[in-house]
């Protein structure tokens, strides 16, 4: 249940499921709050996209995307490996948020 957790939408599986496991509920948050990250930068993304020349951005913008997804698929794969091994990993900002929910 902890790696659904951090497998974009189908952290919803071990919240709704697992509602009387308290490691596997603050991972669902948590993934979920990292999805909710996620989203919100594409959309920033999309903004800068629609709004910008794209002859200015080109090639940087399209970088500058890879590299975010890439280190949103690392975060994701070191919450998996800690998350595994009985361990939490806290974004500063992110984990916080899921904190509230």
């Not at 948590?30 to 080109?58: C, Q, T």
């Amino acid at each position: 249940m902890v790696i659904l957790s951090y497998l974009w939408i189908l952290a919803l599986i071990p919240l709704l499921t697992k509602k009387e496991d308290r490691e596997v509920q603050w991972h669902a948050k948590n993934g979920l709050a990292i999805l909710v990250a996620e989203v919100a930068v594409w959309l920033l993304f999309f903004v800068i996209g629609m709004f910008m020349p794209s002859d200015m951005l080109g090639c940087g913008l399209a970088t500058i995307q890879c590299v975010v997804w890439l280190a949103f698929l690392v975060v994701r794969i070191i919450a998996i490996v800690k998350g595994v091994s009985g361990q939490r990993f806290r974004l500063p900002v992110v984990s916080d948020f899921a904190d509230k929910m």
